[in-house]
């Protein structure tokens, strides 16, 4: 069975800082991917960056960069140059081939100005 | 219209009542979950449907039951809930079941309150 483990319930950064958030997971497949979404008070979770397990290097879109460590099953987000759109929660996921994503509980950003 | 879109965003009812949450997508995706959030939880997953079909039933009570009359829509009809099935219902849409690599798009979910 899959598991994601995100082991910071909240976390707060100052505008313009860097924060990094943590996320574990387990699963038996070879082949599988990993994500982190964003929910902002919208509700509506979005797809902030996605790493495929085969790849070494680590996905970047913009602000939003992942480290991705296989062997520690350990896939961080950082995001740089915080901004108050960016407060949150934030899911991290796992998804293989049986076909479901499996979320993490979820962490909660603040960001202060 | 494009996304995942889902209806009501929010929901009051009885026990005794009966309602249905809609969600609709206009991805061309042939799967589609429903996901069910409650506070401190993770996301749990309820039901899956692939090409219409349910491949998926999480061990869900019936009084949620699912309907997929086509690839565009799914509903979730409630009947007889309990105070305990208040969430917020999440669907989300994938381009194909087994096949994780684009991530799912969710919809903004329905907040579901049982009296």
């Known amino acids: 069975a899959q598991t994601v483990t995100q082991s910071q319930p909240e976390m707060s950064v100052q505008e313009a800082e860097t924060v990094t958030l943590s996320c574990t997971y387990d699963?038996?497949?070879?082949?599988?991917?990993l994500f982190w979404y964003k929910q902002p008070p919208s509700r509506q979770m979005i797809l902030v960056i996605r790493?495929?397990?085969?790849?070494?290097q680590n996905a970047t879109e913009n602000r939003f960069s992942v480290n991705f460590q296989k062997a520690a099953k350990s896939f961080s987000l950082k995001i740089s140059d915080s901004q108050l759109g960016d407060a949150a929660m934030y899911f991290c996921?796992?998804?293989?081939?049986?076909?479901?994503?499996?979320f993490g509980k979820g962490t909660k950003l603040s960001v202060k100005p | 219209e494009t996304g995942v879109t889902q209806t009501p965003r929010h929901l009051v009812m009885g026990m005794t009542n009966k309602k249905s949450l809609k969600c609709e997508q206009h991805?061309?995706?042939?799967?589609m979950y429903w996901y069910k959030q409650s506070a401190k939880k993770p996301l749990e997953l309820m039901f899956v449907y692939s090409l219409e079909e349910r491949v998926e039933n999480n061990s869900v009570p019936s009084r949620f039951s699912p309907e997929c009359p086509n690839s565009s829509h799914l509903f979730l009809h409630l009947h007889t809930l309990q105070p305990e099935d208040s969430a917020l219902y999440l669907c989300a849409s994938s381009q194909d079941w087994g096949t994780p690599g684009s991530g799912y798009t969710f919809g903004s979910g329905t907040r579901l309150t049982v009296v």
């Open positions: 991805l061309g995706h042939n799967a």
């Open positions: 790493q495929e397990a085969y790849k070494q």
């Open positions: 996921a796992s998804g293989g081939s049986q076909g479901n994503l499996i």
């Open positions: 699963t038996s497949e070879s082949d599988y991917y």
